[in-house]
Structure formats: structure tokens, C-alpha cells
């Protein structure tokens, strides 16, 4: 089985993606048979990594070189950004995302309360010594704040905390331990028509799993958010792609037959024999 539409697609003004060109992840997307990529560069308008997304006076250039490259290319090119939340910039997320042409806004939550959970020290400076579920009611707060922004049309990886968990953390876990505000996440998805990902990046971080964990999908499904996009979150254009056959077999195995691709910030579903070759 091969995917061939990506929704997380990192290229080289992501400062953890140096030297990924838009036109060699067009290059490569046409000898693997995609339809359809969409980058997602990281926006961080805040915090200590600020510098490691695109500096919003770059934004016209990115879009430039998407569009440019989309001249020469019959694989559909989308415009979206991974766009960090932070609550005190609200305001200025809004505006600067209202002011550009973008297909998909992506919101993450790589930051909660001032930890970045993505980062060794960060994750266990948050996790270590308190319990699981006090630690994700604080995550989900924050997500559930996210998605009530009303910024993001879909949030990347709902449980991105697990990447370096096992630091923190050893053994497996379920999604019974992830506290009460996850339902409350989940309802705001739904109030708000939001929807999420499924991301098989997990399998790059080692912890041998999509985001998110089987059992929080199955909540999703139950609750019936039915907006989903699927996306590898590449950071080379080697990478492309990669592991998506995962995402699609568990969004089948809970009962999804379509995901969503997303244009001039609308969504599509598109069966999810559709998207796979
Ligand atoms: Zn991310
Ligand atoms: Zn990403």
C-alpha cells in the first residue's frame, strides 16, 4: 500500500528541516506517485524557538516558492503552516493568519506552560516526579484552549507528549490514564469543527506508534469527529510519505472510511481508497 497524499510536510524554513527544498519534495513526490503534498512549515510566533520557525516577514516568500514550484509540478501543491499555540499571542496568531492565501492551518502544541514537551530536558523538566494525570489534564487544558481559538482547522499529533515519555515515564500506557480534560478536548473538537491527525512520526521518535494512541482514537471515532487529515511530518523530502500506510490502516481499523485534504482553508473528504495506491 502506498499513500499518495501527505498533510505534514516540513521544507527548509522549518529550522529542523535544513536544506528540504520545495522542489526536491516535488521531485520526489512525482517519482513516488503522489497527488497531492502539503507543507506545513512551523510557525512559532513565541517562546525560545521562535527563530526555528518562518519569521512572519518570510511568510510571502514561502508561499512564493510553493506557488512558483507549483508551475512546474503536476502534483497538487497546498499552502498550510504548523502554527504553535501560544494564549498571549492570540490576537496576533489571528491577524497574520488572516492575512495570507494558506490552504491548512495546523495547530500544535509542542509548548505547554512554558515546557517544550518535543525537547529531552523539556519532557521530563514537565513529566518528571508528578503524576500522569495531573500532568495531561495541564496538557489537554491547553490543547482544549487551542482548539477554541478557533485559529486551526485540524491538530496535529493529539498526543505528542509521548515522545519522550518513556523518560519520565517507563512501561506502556493507556489511554485510561490520560485524565477528565481529554474529553473535554474532544468535545471543544467537535463544537468547534475541528478536526485531528493522525501521524505516524511516532515510528522516527521510537516509540513505535502513531500519534494518537489507539484507545483516544476510539474516542474520537465514538464521538463521531469525523475530520481527519493524515501527514508523515517530514523534515527531509527522503522522508516523504513515510509510514502513512500505518495512519491509514489504523483509521480504518476503527471504523473511518474517509479522511480530509484541506484547499483555501475548506475541507474535502476523500474515501480512503482514494488516497492509497
Ligand atoms: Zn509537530
Ligand atoms: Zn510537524
Known amino acids: 500500500m502506498q499513500v499518495i497524499k501527505d498533510f505534514h510536510v516540513h521544507e527548509h524554513h522549518s529550522g529542523d528541516a535544513p536544506g528540504a527544498t520545495v522542489t526536491d519534495y516535488c521531485r520526489v513526490a512525482e517519482e513516488r506517485g503522489f497527488d497531492e503534498i502539503c507543507f506545513t512549515t512551523h510557525f512559532i510566533i513565541a517562546g525560545k524557538d521562535a527563530n526555528n520557525g518562518l519569521h512572519p516577514s518570510l511568510i510571502s516568500e514561502y508561499i512564493d516558492e510553493i506557488e512558483s514550484a507549483q508551475a512546474s509540478t503536476s502534483v497538487k501543491l497546498r499552502i498550510g503552516l504548523e502554527v504553535d499555540y501560544f494564549p498571549e499571542a492570540e490576537a496576533l496568531l489571528s491577524s497574520i493568519l488572516d492575512e495570507y492565501p494558506l490552504d491548512f ?6 509548548y505547554i506552560r512554558g515546557f517544550d514537551i518535543g525537547d529531552r530536558a523539556g519532557s521530563v523538566a514537565f513529566f518528571g516526579g508528578r503524576k500522569i494525570q495531573e500532568c495531561l489534564e495541564t496538557y489537554y487544558e491547553g490543547w482544549r484552549e487551542a482548539v477554541e481559538s478557533g485559529l486551526f482547522d485540524v ?60 484507545g483516544f482514537l476510539r474516542e474520537l471515532k465514538s464521538e463521531g469527529i469525523d475530520i481527519i487529515t493524515i501527514g508523515s511530518d517530514c523534515h527531509s523530502y527522503t522522508k516523504l510519505g513515510e509510514r502513512l500506510e500505518e495512519a491509514v490502516k489504523r483509521v480504518r481499523e476503527v471504523g473511518y472510511s474517509n479522511i480530509s485534504v484541506f484547499e483555501d482553508r475548506r475541507r474535502r473528504g476523500i474515501e480512503l481508497e482514494k488516497i492509497v495506491k
Do not use: Q, W
Open 105 to 110: 492551518v495546523l495547530g500544535s502544541l509542542h
Open 155 to 214: 491538530m496535529a499529533h493529539p498526543d505528542y507528549f509521548r515522545k519522550y515519555l518513556n523518560l519520565s515515564r517507563p512501561g506502556p500506557l493507556s489511554f485510561s490514564e490520560y485524565g477528565s480534560t481529554v474529553y473535554e478536548a474532544i468535545d471543544a473538537l467537535k463544537a468547534y469543527k475541528v478536526g485531528f491527525e493522525v501521524n505516524p512520526s511516532g515510528y522516527r521518535h521510537g516509540i513505535g506508534d502513531c500519534y494518537p494512541i489507539l
